[in-house]
């Protein structure tokens, strides 16, 4: 019974996190987002295995912590190659990752 009433938890999580799919992709933030999925995983898988409240509890913060980390990694990658085009007095100007602005063709910052 307990593993049946914790699968229902998992379930009705999972279904509250379907509310937050409404969000543009580039707002979203893939740490918290990496936490959330991997401590619902988590908590189902440690839930369904030891058929007990603490297994879903240590699974979830297991899960928890471990999609934090992934989603981390995805910020620092996807942050690191952005780069910026902009007009300035008629001509067209990159502002590297590193920082550095060089002038560029015009037809990048149509």
Do not use: K
Not at 14 to 35: E, I, K
Not at 38 to 48: L, P
Not at 53 to 73: K, N, R, Y
Request: aromatic fraction near 8%; charged fraction near 15%; proline fraction near 1%.
């Amino acid at each position: 019974m307990r593993l049946r009433s914790s699968l229902a938890l998992a379930w009705l999580a999972m279904a509250g996190l379907a509310g937050f799919s409404h969000v543009p992709a580039q707002a979203q933030n893939s740490t918290a987002t990496g936490a959330i999925i991997g401590g619902v995983t988590g908590a189902v898988i440690g839930g369904a295995v030891t058929g007990r409240g603490t297994g879903a509890l240590v699974g979830g913060a297991i899960g928890a912590g471990t999609g934090a980390v992934i989603g981390s990694q995805a910020d620092r990658n996807r942050n690191r190659y952005r780069e910026f085009y902009f007009w300035r007095g008629g001509n067209c100007y990159l502002q590297q990752s590193n920082g550095r602005v060089v002038r560029v063709h015009r037809h990048n910052c149509r």
